[in-house]
């Protein structure tokens, strides 16, 4: 028998950038995973709100190896038909009328920044170059991408960063107001924070912003890479609020654990990356791209959405009935099947050593930020996988509440 890599094998060969935790899942299905030892657990991270269909989904499954005996890569130099029809059911389902295909979030959000600042230089002029975003805002890892995300200690020793960026705070339209003006190119909002510790949009928030960029002629850029493709309860959370965007952003669960990033965006505003102003060697990749066609195909029927608002509910009622007997959470919130749970002023910072412990009791789930711990599951989890894995929580909570 041939050795099995180690955790260890982690620190001695991997770029010190990620802490994993210690066990090594080898295999999923639905929203279990199995790990080196056979050891079973019950997945609420959903690999971070990408799992959408859980593991090895039998509809994602048989794209990815019906396309795997195809054509597995052609470049820009070519189209191609999975491309193609991916594109085409994401302009029928959604306000957009262009899709541009890239390979992760960050990648997404990096052309579409560059897009609204192509459009205002090609529409006004140079000088209309002023992006607007949010504290605690999460658009990526790429230079640009930081620097537009409200969280500074992700962008901290690696400037020069770019310049004119400014960031207001989240659901605070006047905090907008103070900042917008006609050299504003685009306003950058995640219709739900998710990183910054899952926090929702006020209706009044996004539609105050949509009037904003509306009257300055800026752009407004909803990333939805983290709230899209089912998340909340809707294909994508601006249905949720009515608001529209001129660029949307999606990534994560829109290929189902396959690499995949989708920039979305109008006719008025598609034009100004013309041939050779922007591109992704693995943009529109025939795999990836089937792979997610049938992710959205799966996900955008009523049975899923549908199901999505159901285990919400049933998420609530039982994080509520953990809080009541050990009161460990300020608040639970969130969307459809973006949960978070904020930390009790007692435990405040201190939702991470949960983790550790639910991996002890069998449970995957996540943090986000210091105070919060997150859930991402797969939109199609089971309800008796619901029950069980909230047993295990519960497990985790008493002993956390008990060591503390
Ligand atoms: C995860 C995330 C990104 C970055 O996506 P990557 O695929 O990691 O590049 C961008 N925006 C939001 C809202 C995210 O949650």
Redesign the pocket.
């Known amino acids: 028998m041939s050795q099995s890599p180690t955790r260890d094998d982690f620190d001695r060969y991997m770029v010190p950038n990620y802490s994993p935790q210690q066990t090594i899942p080898v295999r999923g299905e639905g929203s279990r995973l199995w790990d080196q030892d056979g050891r079973e657990y019950i997945d609420f991270a959903g690999g971070?709100?990408v799992n959408a269909l859980g593991h090895c989904h039998p509809a994602l499954v048989s794209a990815l190896k019906e396309q795997a005996d195809k054509v597995w890569h052609l470049s820009n130099v070519y189209t191609n038909e999975p491309a193609l029809a991916l594109a085409k059911s994401l302009v029928e389902r959604s306000f957009a009328d262009k899709a541009y295909f890239c390979s992760?979030?960050?990648?997404?959000?990096e052309a579409a920044f560059k897009l609204a600042r192509r459009w205002a230089y090609d529409n006004v002029g140079a000088h209309k170059d002023k992006i607007i975003s949010f504290r605690q805002?999460?658009?990526?890892?790429?230079l640009f991408?930081v620097s537009v995300g409200g969280q500074p200690k992700y962008s901290e020793g690696f400037g020069p960063i770019p310049g004119r960026i400014e960031h207001a705070v989240y659901n605070d339209l006047d905090s907008v107001r103070a900042l917008i003006d006609d050299e504003t190119c685009a306003v950058v909002v995640?219709p739900m924070?998710?990183?910054g510790g899952v926090v929702p949009a006020d209706p009044d928030f996004l539609s105050g912003l949509r009037t904003l960029c509306d009257a300055h002629q800026a752009l407004l850029v909803f990333?939805?890479?983290?709230?899209g493709v089912g998340r909340s309860g809707h294909l994508y959370a601006y249905m949720h609020y009515g608001v529209t965007p001129d660029i949307l952003?999606s990534?994560?669960a829109l290929g189902g654990g396959f690499?995949i990033?989708a920039m979305l965006t109008t006719d008025r505003v598609a034009p100004s990356l013309a041939v050779g102003t922007h591109g992704s060697t693995y943009g529109g990749n025939p795999l990836a791209c089937a792979v997610a066609l049938a992710a959205v195909e799966t996900i955008d029927t009523p049975e899923v959405l549908e199901g999505v608002m159901h285990r919400h509910a049933l998420f609530k009622e039982h994080l509520e009935a953990i809080n009541r007997e050990y009161d460990i959470f300020k608040e639970v919130r969130g969307l459809g099947l973006l949960l978070g749970a904020e930390m009790a002023p007692a435990y405040a910072g201190r939702a991470k050593e949960i983790l550790p412990l639910a991996m002890e009791e069998g449970l995957m789930a996540l943090v986000a930020g210091p105070n919060v711990l997150r859930m991402a599951p797969s939109l199609v989890i089971s309800e008796a996988e619901v029950r069980e894995g909230m047993a295990r929580l519960e497990r985790a909570v008493a002993r956390f509440v008990q060591d503390a």
């Open positions: 971070i709100a992760s979030g960050g990648e997404a959000n805002s999460f658009h990526g890892r790429t991408t995640e924070q998710g990183e990333d939805e890479v983290q709230s952003t990534a994560k690499p990033g």
